[in-house]
């Protein structure tokens, strides 16, 4: 059977001097070929879902950090079946339903042991979804910012993949959530998805005054932010508390702003700067304690991630086009085979804390 794949045979931007922009993303291809063989410690993965994360949409003009050789396939996580396994395989076995990393195809081989049987109540778009997003976003609260039951976190561009998750992971911990995003349509799905307060920074601009009235002319104990821009600025320093732990993770809008020093000095301001893989490259957190909390979380139905589009791998042109687009609300995948793999109808998960070995395994390695 011919193997289906997406391929980016050449860059139309000029590496890190160029933004993702419309048409870009032209240069993504669908090719065919013949079917993979697993080598010894592989499994072959036929895909159900394959997601598309906002750094796949960089890599298709080199304007991200992790730089492919050409040709490559895009994609970071995918889920399906197993259908083969080789030699010395004992960790799945055929017909598994897992997780893995791995790109936009029909099928992906895969290292065995990187594979994660997914949930039972788990379909194949939530598989697909849950690994970069929760990990990012966990590394941001949680080991980085420390946050805490109690505190109040202001999470910005909410409506995205990255901030849904952080509004999940925000919520397991039992904080107070106010969200933003730039539609007031999608803001209703963030706060059924668990956000106590939203405002639209496109109808509110002026939003820290509302931030302001909110937490009781406090601020925010934590900021989150992968936007950047005229976001960072409206933020800083007014919508912080004293002491308040700010994280970037990112410039969607762009824009990479500048911090004022004095509005850092004058409220004691932490400037974090957040990268979930680096830190584990680096040594200083425990990717396996990190994954070993978030699977916990999914397995006990606390992280369900919400899915807004699911598009057939022929038409993924299309689907960069919807999230260049802002079309999408949460996450968008897809669909290899071009079956019906679900979108997300999961609730909001309840408030719970992290698991304390967890979290004082992380502390001790920052």
């Keep these: 059977m011919a193997r289906t794949y997406a391929t980016v045979e050449e860059l139309l931007g000029d590496g890190d001097n160029t933004e993702a922009n419309e048409g870009t993303f032209d240069n ?58 080789g030699e010395g395989v004992d960790e799945v076995e055929v017909g598994d339903r897992v997780q893995c990393g791995g790109g936009m195809a029909s099928s992906i081989l895969v290292r065995a042991s990187s594979c994660w049987k997914i949930p039972d109540h788990y379909s194949f778009t939530e598989g697909a979804t849950f690994g970069t997003g929760y990990g990012t976003a966990y590394h941001c609260l949680i080991e980085r910012g420390q946050l805490q039951a109690g505190e109040t976190i202001l999470i910005h561009g909410a409506t995205g993949g990255m901030g849904m998750a952080a509004v ?47 937490t009781g002319g406090k601020g925010c104990d934590m900021i989150f932010d992968p936007v950047g821009g005229a976001v960072f600025d409206e933020s800083m320093p ?67 991630p919400f899915i807004s589009h699911v598009v057939p791998l022929a038409d993924v042109k299309e689907a960069f086009r919807m999230m260049w687009d802002r079309q999408v609300t949460g996450r968008i995948c897809l669909a290899p085979d071009g079956e019906d793999v679900a979108t997300s109808t999961a609730g909001p998960p309840p408030p719970v804390a992290a698991p304390a070995a967890a979290t004082s395994a992380i502390r001790s390695r920052l």
């Design 28 to 85: 993504v291809l669908v090719r065919t070929g013949p079917e993979l063989e697993p080598g010894p410690g592989e499994a072959l993965v036929a895909v159900k879902a394959a997601c598309i994360n906002y750094p796949d949409l960089l890599q298709t003009v080199g304007g991200y950090q992790h730089k492919p050789d050409l040709p490559f396939t895009p994609g970071q996580e995918a889920a399906g079946v197993v259908t083969a396994v």
């Design 168 to 214: 999940h992971i925000a919520k397991a911990v039992g904080a107070t959530i106010i969200a933003t995003g730039g539609s007031d349509e999608k803001l209703e799905i963030v706060k059924a998805q668990g956000a106590h307060h939203t405002i639209c920074y496109e109808t509110t601009p002026g939003f820290k005054g509302l931030v302001k009235e909110l």
């Design 238 to 304: 007014s919508c912080c508390a004293y002491g308040c732990r700010f994280l970037l993770c990112g410039f969607t809008s762009g824009v990479r702003p500048v911090a004022k020093t004095n509005h850092v000095l004058i409220k004691g301001i932490t400037l974090m700067g957040c990268r979930a893989g680096e830190a584990i490259r680096q040594g200083k957190v425990d990717g396996g304690a990190r994954l070993a909390v978030l699977r916990q979380w999914a397995e006990e139905g606390r992280l369900r």
